[in-house]
């Protein structure tokens, strides 16, 4: 499976970003427990939102209450809206299925940037 992330970009601190990721197989969001990751410079990738296939919703603490996880299977597209951002959610932000095994691909990523 491909994932394509879009929606990044360069935004000040307290503003709001809406990113999000369409897949080559159709379905996968309707029957995969689904993520958002990111990767700051010198970080390990970390799960900072997921979605199970009945809609459920958890998130990192550090994005809670200001990050929204979503998504619509008849489209085959997951979005992340992300509101109040800091400079310390600079990162690469990547959708994957929740638990990824070996040989599961990651796309490019989208470069999100909060800075003044």
């Known amino acids: 499976v491909q994932f394509v992330e879009s929606g990044g970009g360069l935004v000040q601190p307290g503003g709001s970003l809406t990113l999000s990721c369409t897949a080559s197989?159709?379905?996968?969001?309707?029957?995969?427990?689904m993520g958002w990751y990111r990767q700051a410079p010198g970080k390990q990738r970390e799960l900072i939102a997921d979605?199970?296939?009945?809609?459920?919703?958890n998130y990192a603490d550090s994005v809670k209450g200001r990050f929204t996880i979503s998504k619509d299977n008849a489209k085959n597209w997951m979005y992340l809206q992300m509101n109040s951002l800091k400079p310390e959610d600079t990162a690469v932000y990547y959708c994957?299925?929740?638990?990824?095994?070996?040989?599961?691909?990651w796309g490019r990523g989208t470069q999100v940037t909060v800075s003044s």
């Open positions: 979605i199970s296939s009945g809609g459920s919703t």
């Open positions: 994957q299925k929740k638990s990824p095994v070996v040989g599961d691909s």
């Open positions: 197989s159709f379905n996968i969001f309707r029957f995969y427990a």
